[in-house]
């Protein structure tokens, strides 16, 4: 009895292992906006679901404790950072949006001490709650089960295929979040051009002035009419950790 207790709660310790960081980095889970011991509690619920759903069980010497420990928080690392990519790129996308509009209002997150520009929290949030809305969450929770049937304690590598497929998934977010920003750029060049080539036809009207007061203006329509597509081209990873890691799908 006491061997199958310390044989289940081995198991526990290591999926707990890979499934912390991915709780603690993925704002679908929460991240940082989330209380410690609720971010917790929420491991430990995923834990023993994972551990039963998978049939995970570990039984290793002292020895090898260690090289196990530091492979799964590794891994569940990398899970954690790509599944925060888009929400990530989305608060980018966002902050340089209202950097072309020419607007410095922050949004304060007590919960981390950071401040998000307006823009970038308004995306954001809207993307986590389309996110959740989509069912993205379960399908999470359910990679997350069969990351270890795909990837088994002790059978993980960080490989140079893995490095490239790794990079290209970072490359393909930051493409979608300048691919969002890029209108505001557009806009703001517009606008500096507009107002130059008004200023050059005629010099007696001071007319640089207008230039910040229309991209805050034409900035704050393009919120408006851009904010859908936006979260359309910034979509909330799914069941793709697969991919990532093993380089194929199910």
Do not use: K
Request: include cysteine; proline fraction near 6%.
């Amino acid at each position: 009895m006491t061997a199958l207790l310390s044989l289940y709660g081995a198991s526990l310790l290591v999926v707990l292992l890979r499934v912390l960081p991915v709780v603690l980095l993925c704002p679908l889970l929460g991240a940082a906006l989330v209380p410690g011991p609720v971010r917790l509690s929420l491991a430990l619920a995923i834990t023993v679901w994972v551990r039963g759903a998978a049939g995970v069980t570990v039984s290793l010497d002292e020895s090898g404790w260690v090289g196990l420990a530091v492979e799964q928080l590794a891994l569940g690392t990398v899970m954690g950072l790509a599944m925060s990519w888009s929400y990530e790129m989305a608060l980018a996308a966002g902050r340089w949006g209202d950097l072309f509009r020419g607007s410095s209002a922050e949004a304060f997150n007590p919960a981390t001490g950071s401040r998000d520009s307006a823009g970038g929290a308004l995306l954001h949030r809207l993307l986590v709650a389309t996110a959740c809305a989509g069912g993205a969450l379960p399908a999470l929770v359910a990679e997350l089960g069969r990351s270890f049937l795909w990837s088994p304690p002790g059978h993980w590598a960080w490989t140079e295929d893995m490095v490239g497929r790794w990079v290209a998934g970072l490359s393909h977010a930051f493409e979608a979040g300048a691919v969002v920003a890029a209108p505001f750029a557009l806009m703001a060049l517009s606008v500096d051009a507009s107002v130059a080539f008004l200023q050059r036809m005629a010099p007696v009207f001071p007319l640089a002035e207008l230039a910040l007061p229309a991209r805050l203006l034409l900035g704050g329509l393009f919120w408006i009419w851009d904010l859908a597509p936006a979260v359309q081209r910034l979509p909330a990873p799914s069941s793709a950790l697969q991919q990532l890691i093993a380089g194929h799908l199910p």
